[in-house]
């Protein structure tokens, strides 16, 4: 009962429908209670017996006879009188009874006749009452009993109809209100929990952002969510793709060679060589993938059995070099060294050794016969910049933020042989980086070369 969100929209305007109408009610009652279309019919009375008093008053000159009229006519009339002196000292009252007396605000003179006047006797009775000068000396006032009936009347047979008919019409609409309003709610949350539901099953889609802001923030939210997740979800698929492409290729190599040595019935020693050596090169392949693997996932998990000490990156760069020097002789490409003295850092020698040799063999991999890698190294601040700069071929705007993905390689046709890796060097090396709390970017512009910048913290 009353769980749903319509249902409580729908009792909260009730509530307030009839909150509003009691309001209503009473503002109304209490202004009437003042009004005066209710005391018409009273106060005329009181009037006409004023008059009519004041009338008998005046046909009987002299002043010793006016007690036994005013009690005459307030017993004819069932009306109160009094006679005020002008300065408001009561000089008779029909209702003498101690603590029933009147006091009527001065000035007297102030008063006209017409207007409604209410005033309460010492034991708080309302009264109305209506005043009148006699002569310049003396006030006459009529008072009767405030009634209480018209009220009553007024609000059984005036307001009673008029406020039922309100309320129905109100609830018909607060019932239409919280419809609406309930649906402009509900169906965006509706969707949030069909959407929720399909996270489990792993096809959420986004869903579009309606209803009020604090709903469409939290879709928002949502819809941020799922597509991180699915995401997520593609690239876990992509990567086990990838996986399973690069070991298949090179396993069904070694399988097809390995079968041709077995069935050839006298083997030619140059072709027994020729296929051994492809079966090295594929193994070393595959070799060389399970080992990037393992390292990112070592890196992914946090788990990196670093020993932290003093590095001075200039001479590990020295030695990189060092050990690429007869590659780079191999590709006719001239290695520059252009490192310059820098501050030690705390840091893993073995992994940002690793970093290098993945940057620093790339860029002569991908240089021209002839090319140039520059490598440079100097303080900035309180970080070490190191650049490895080729001239080679360059790397397309689209794909300079993708090559940090792993297995992304922008030539696929490529891909394959011993030249060419398995596309995890750079996602290594960024990752290495990274936990190092530093960057690894790369400025490069196509036909041009490449600039690849890694950034380290000195402390
Ligand atoms: P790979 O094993 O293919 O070298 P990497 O992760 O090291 O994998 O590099 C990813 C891709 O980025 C490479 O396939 C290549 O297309 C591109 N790349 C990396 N370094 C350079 C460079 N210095 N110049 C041009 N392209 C590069």
């Not at 279309?37 to 009338?55: A, D, F, W």
């Not at 003396?138 to 008072?143: E, I």
């Not at 590659?327 to 001239?334: E, G, H, K, Y």
């Not at 960057?439 to 196509?446: K, Q, R």
């Amino acid at each position: 009962m009353f769980t749903s969100l319509k249902s409580r929209l729908w009792l909260t305007y009730a509530l307030m429908i009839v909150l509003v109408l009691g309001a209503v009610g009473i503002g109304v009652l209490l202004s009437l209670r003042k009004s005066p279309l209710v005391y018409r019919q009273p106060l005329n009375q009181l009037e006409v017996v004023v008059n009519s008093t004041i009338g008998r008053i005046n046909t009987n000159p002299g002043a010793t006879g006016f007690e036994s009229i005013l009690t005459g006519e307030s017993i004819k009339t069932k009306t109160r009188l009094a006679l005020y002196r002008a300065d408001g000292e009561l000089v008779f009252d029909s209702d003498m009874h101690p603590g029933n007396h009147l006091v009527i605000p001065t000035p007297l003179s102030a008063s006209g006749t017409g207007e409604i006047r209410f005033v309460n006797d010492q034991k708080n009775r309302g009264w109305l009452y209506t005043l009148k000068p006699i002569n310049d000396q003396f006030y006459l006032m009529a008072a009767g009993r405030l009634p209480r009936l018209p009220l009553l009347l007024i609000l059984r047979d005036e307001l009673f109809t008029p406020f039922v008919r309100a309320g129905v019409l109100a609830m018909l609409l607060a019932v239409a209100l919280a419809i609406i309003f309930g649906n402009w709610v509900e169906a965006p949350l509706n969707k949030l929990a069909r959407q929720a539901n399909a996270v489990t099953q792993g096809n959420a889609r986004p869903i579009p952002l309606e209803g009020p802001a604090e709903i469409k923030q939290l879709v928002g939210t949502f819809n941020e969510m799922v597509t991180k997740l699915n995401a997520s979800q593609e690239s876990q698929r992509d990567f086990i793709a990838n996986v399973s492409h690069e070991l298949k290729t090179p396993l069904t190599s070694i399988q097809g060679f390995a079968q041709a040595i077995l069935e050839q019935a006298s083997p030619a020693p140059d072709e027994t060589r020729q296929s051994a050596k492809i079966i090295l090169n594929e193994s070393q392949r595959m070799n060389k993938l399970v080992i990037g693997l393992l390292t990112l996932a070592r890196l992914d998990a946090g788990i990196t059995d670093s020993k932290k000490e003093n590095v001075d990156l200039a001479v590990i760069l020295r030695s990189v070099l060092e050990r690429l020097t007869p590659q780079a002789q191999n590709a006719s490409v001239t290695l520059v060294d252009q490192i310059g003295p820098v501050p030690e850092i705390m840091t893993d020698a073995e992994n940002i050794t690793q970093v290098f040799v993945n940057l620093i063999d790339n860029a002569i991999k991908y240089s021209k016969k002839g090319g140039k890698v520059t490598v440079s190294c100097l303080q900035h601040g309180a970080e070490v910049e190191v650049h490895i700069i080729d001239n080679g071929a360059g790397i397309p705007l689209q794909d300079q933020t993708r090559i940090f993905e792993r297995f992304y390689q922008i030539d696929k046709s490529r891909r394959g042989g011993v030249k060419h890796g398995v596309g995890l060097g750079l996602a290594i090396a960024n990752q290495i980086v990274k936990s190092m709390g530093g960057v690894l970017t790369v400025e490069s512009t196509p036909g041009t070369g490449s600039d690849f910048m890694v950034k380290l913290p000195i402390e």
